[in-house]
């Protein structure tokens, strides 16, 4: 990092949410290639937004179009990825919008980074950490190469890509998610509603009143 920076302070957190009547937080969908993750993430995506609130969806695969364009797949490009997923994360939470990630991200480190970003994010001292809701979409391997939506099983099992995530490379299953959803067993409507009875019982779809946070 450069040593010639300082930070600038802007309004707080809870000034921000007042004004925009809602709190910014992350909710981090995580899992194999053709679990459910984009497809969940952007029903609820959709949801939140005809509740009123702030929602925006950063997906694996469109990133790599823009952001990401210069990374690829080795494990130190993986890392690098969610690196900047969860800093980019953080600063729509931040803005007091919800970020959605759908993400395989499938190391544990990376994920407790991301995390931990989350948790250390106050630079004023009446700010309080940003909300990170970790969601496993899981799925057996067997079920999701059974899908294969895009092929890319078929492709990995002929050694055509390399590095590929519960193939030829690995899937580190989260230890403690807040949330973890069956996706062979639950339809995309009783995965949304699982994670909206999460967020109720949290209050993360309460209105902030304009006068606080």
């Avoid at 010639?4 to 802007?10: A, C, R």
């Avoid at 919008?97 to 991200?105: G, N, P, Y």
Wanted: charged residues 30%; hydrophobic residues 35%; glycine residues 6%.
């Amino acid at each position: 990092m450069a040593t010639n920076i300082t930070w600038h302070p802007s309004l707080s957190r809870a000034e921000r949410n007042a004004l925009r009547r809602q709190r910014g937080y992350t909710i981090w969908f995580t899992g194999l290639s053709a679990s459910g993750k984009s497809t969940i993430a952007t029903a609820l995506e959709q949801h939140l937004l005809h509740l009123g609130l702030a929602a925006y969806r950063l997906d694996g695969d469109n990133v790599r179009f823009g952001l990401n364009r210069d990374l690829g797949f080795s494990e130190i490009d993986r890392n690098e990825n969610i690196r900047r997923i969860a800093e980019v994360a953080k600063l729509f939470a931040d803005s007091s919008t919800i970020a959605l990630t759908s993400f395989i991200s499938p190391y544990r480190a990376d994920r407790k980074i991301a995390r931990d970003l989350h948790v250390s994010a106050s630079h004023n001292g009446g700010d309080d950490s940003i909300p990170f809701i970790e969601v496993y979409v899981e799925i057996p391997v067997e079920v999701a190469e059974k899908r294969d939506p895009k092929g890319l099983y078929k492709k990995a099992r002929a050694g055509e890509i390399k590095d590929f995530t519960g193939v030829s490379a690995p899937y580190e299953e989260p230890e403690n998610p807040e949330i973890r959803l069956r996706t062979d067993q639950l339809s995309v409507e009783e995965s949304v509603a699982e994670i909206v009875r999460y967020l109720e019982s949290q209050g993360l779809l309460k209105r902030c009143a304009e006068e606080g946070a």
